[in-house]
Nanobody, 115 residues
């Protein structure tokens, strides 16, 4: 059974940084691409970033240069380093087992950007 547990969210001021983690279990982590999605209040779920089995990554245009997705196969963990955060980044962030497909995702972690 696929399990994905996100952590690392919180409340930070604009310009601040957070590092989200997602610990995976129930499947062979190193054999799957991984992604991050987010859902802001009143808005639809949107893709943020994906990483393939190695180091190839892609990002939503609005987070390029600010967010970095990475993975540690030994720890079955994927990360999302978020720098220079903006109020519009406020959302619940989810990791998902797949490239740009949110079907199998965790419960999410809240990220709030406010002064």
């Amino acid at each position: 059974q696929v399990q994905l547990v996100e952590s690392g969210g919180g409340l930070v001021q604009p310009g601040g940084a957070l590092r989200l983690s997602c610990v995976a279990s129930g499947f062979n982590f190193s054999s799957y691409s991984m992604s991050w999605f987010r859902q802001a209040p009143g808005k639809e779920l949107e893709w943020v970033a994906s990483i393939d089995l190695g180091t190839f990554t892609m990002y939503k245009e609005s987070v390029k240069g600010r967010f970095t997705i990475s993975r540690d196969n030994a720890k079955s963990t994927t990360y999302l380093q978020m720098n220079n955060l903006k109020p519009e980044d406020t959302a619940v962030y989810y990791c998902a087992q797949a490239w740009n497909n949110p079907t199998k995702r965790g419960q999410g972690t809240q990220v709030s950007i406010s002064s």
